[in-house]
Antibody
Framework: EVQLAESGGGLVKPGGSLRLSCAAS????????MNWVRQAPGKGLEWLGR??????????DYAAAVEGRFTISRDDSKNTLYLQMNSLKIEDTAVYYC???????????WGQGTMVTVSS | QTVVTQEPSFSVSPGGTVTLTCGLN?????????PSWYQQTPGQAPRTLIY???TRSSGVPDRFSGSILGNKAALTITGAQADDESDYYC??????????FGPGTKVTVL
């Protein structure tokens, strides 16, 4: 069964850091490009960034809103995607989803999300 | 700044047809933007409906269809059912590794 499972969310103070994980199973994670997407309470979906497979260079692209503060990485030996979030702001409060990207630029698999709350 | 536009809300009767659109403030939406559509109910993860304009994702009923209408991407629900009541988001690929979601359309079936 194809599965993406996010973890690592929680309560963090403004200015703090947090690392989210996304464990993948049921598909060849090594060859798949991956994304992070978030959704603030009561708001729409916001794309954060993507990482290519290592065979395609393993490079990353980010939305302007998070570039320089957020870093996406992957450990193919653990079938796990990461999102390192630094200098967190109150407006980073959201549910964070990982999603796989197919060859047609579609986000074709989604995790259930992990909640991050930034509050003092 | 690139802005993706969607209607804020639509109401449709059971069995009726509704067409949602996805536009750009600065250009016409074409297949070059790889438009895709996602359905989300409250508290749930998004579900992929349509990609590359008009390809249904696995398991998606054929009452959902995608197209280009004029200068926008479109999602049409034909024969709406109660469980189609959801938020619908379009996604466009802007090139250079950048994706942008639309603000979403809330569809009510009543």
């Amino acid at each position: 069964e194809v599965q993406l499972a996010e973890s690592g969310g929680g309560l963090v103070k403004p200015g703090g850091s947090l690392r989210l994980s996304c464990a993948a199973s049921g598909f060849p994670f090594t060859y798949v490009w991956m994304n992070w997407v978030r959704q603030a309470p009561g708001k729409g979906l916001e794309w954060l960034g993507r990482i290519r497979s290592k065979t395609d260079g393993g490079t990353t692209d980010y939305a302007a809103a998070v570039e320089g503060r957020f870093t996406i990485s992957r450990d193919d030996s653990k079938n796990t995607l990461y999102l390192q979030m630094n200098s967190l702001k109150i407006e980073d409060t959201a549910v964070y989803y990982c999603s796989s990207l197919n060859q047609f630029n579609a986000f074709n698999r989604w995790g259930q999300g992990t909640m991050v709350t930034v509050s003092s | 700044q690139t802005v993706v536009t969607q209607e804020p809300s639509f109401s449709v009767s059971p069995g009726g047809t509704v067409t949602l659109t996805c536009g750009l403030n600065s250009d016409s939406v074409s297949t070059n933007y790889y438009p895709s559509w996602y359905q989300q109910t409250p508290g749930q993860a998004p579900r992929t409906l349509i990609y590359t304009t008009d390809t249904r994702s696995s398991g998606v009923p054929d009452r959902f269809s995608g197209s280009i209408l004029g200068n926008k991407a479109a999602l049409t629900i034909t024969g709406a059912q109660a469980d189609d009541e959801s938020d619908y988001y379009c996604l466009l690929y802007m090139g250079n590794g950048i994706y942008v979601f639309g603000p979403g359309t809330k569809v009510t079936v009543l």
